[in-house]
């Protein structure tokens, strides 16, 4: 059965609405998936004309309701934004409901009514000003499913990382790596892959240290301090981890296919490599959220400047409702 992907509208100011409309006249995604739209209706006609759409428009209540023909955009209407909502202005009331739809998202997430969710980009200021204080989608989604433990995941065609630590100086981030975060980020890799169907994954962890501490040549002992005791943790349940491993050579080792997902330490030793493979088909994921929520996103902004004009690209969107597909867990 082709998994249901909901596709929340983002700051609908921003290019969200374009990029859903144009990756929805991809005939692709319909036999791949069934899609439906969390936002707004009358903001969908109105980019209609915009990006030269003649999709209709159909309002559904609930995901069952849909009809998931191409030619057709099934939207569930949260219905909170006028028709005339400025493009590329920063709005409270935008930015509230950008939120209200992730809301709906994960409310029909946990109802098992949708798979997987897939986020357009919101604007941090209208988020705020909405009422709704919080840094990113990623918070959003933690909090609105009680989750404490979770990770970013990014994914090219050819290359998937997890990291242990995201968006701190380089010196805190090493500080903050031990061997329960270890441990739980390793499993959290196992446990989403494995849900979305792959056999036994492979996983590879990267060393902190150049060559991986080359047996305390480099550091002082990282490696063995913060890694090695969180994968034999994993390892004795019997999870196919390995490392750590050179990070210089592990990413090109994943890249032809020698392992399913590496684990980074810190962010640019796995955004970088991701960047270089594919930056333009990369896609940021959001995994260990309670109730096995997958989502997924487009790894780019709200773009204010150019919203509403046809100029934003949907290339990346299609990635993420892939990603999205790929890695909803088999009914």
């Known amino acids: 059965m082709k998994p249901v992907i909901g596709i929340t509208m983002g700051d609908a100011a921003g290019i969200g609405p374009e990029i859903i409309v144009k990756a929805l006249a991809h005939e692709e995604v319909y036999r791949i998936c069934r899609p439906v739209v969390i936002g707004d209706a009358k903001i969908l006609e109105r980019v209609k004309p915009i990006v030269e759409s003649n999709a209709k428009i159909n309002i559904i209540n609930d995901p069952a309701e849909g009809t998931y023909e191409y030619g057709t955009i099934d939207v569930i209407d949260v219905d909170l934004l006028p028709v005339d909502l400025p493009f590329g202005e920063v709005s409270a009331i935008a930015g509230d409901a950008a939120f209200q739809f992730i809301a709906k998202s994960v409310e029909l997430a946990k109802e098992g009514k949708i798979d997987s969710i897939c986020t357009a980009p919101l604007n941090k200021e209208a988020l705020h000003k909405g009422g709704h204080m919080y840094p990113g989608h990623t918070e959003i989604l933690a909090d609105l499913t009680d989750t404490e433990d979770f990770s970013m995941m990014l994914t ?142 487009v790894d780019h902004g709200t773009a204010f400047d150019i919203a509403g004009k046809n100029i934003a690209a949907e290339q990346s969107m299609l990635a993420a409702i892939n990603s999205a597909i790929e890695l909803a867990p088999k009914r």
């Open 156 to 297: 090219t065609p050819n290359l998937k990382v997890i990291h242990l630590t995201t968006h701190m100086g380089l010196i805190d981030a090493i500080n903050s790596i031990n061997p329960e975060r270890t441990y739980k980020v390793v499993k959290l890799a196992h446990e989403t892959l494995s849900r979305a169907g792959f056999d036994n994954p492979r996983i590879a962890v990267c060393g902190i240290n150049p060559h991986a501490g080359e047996n305390g040549l480099f550091g002082y002992g990282e490696e063995e301090e913060k890694l090695q005791p969180g994968i034999e943790q994993a390892q004795a349940e019997g999870i196919n981890v390995t490392g750590p491993l050179p990070a210089d050579t592990l990413f090109f080792r994943a890249g032809r296919g020698d392992f399913d997902i590496v684990v980074a330490c810190y962010h640019d030793q796995g955004h970088a490599p991701i960047k270089v493979m594919g930056i333009e088909d990369g896609v940021n994921i959001t995994v260990g959220l309670k109730g096995g929520i997958i989502r997924t996103s």
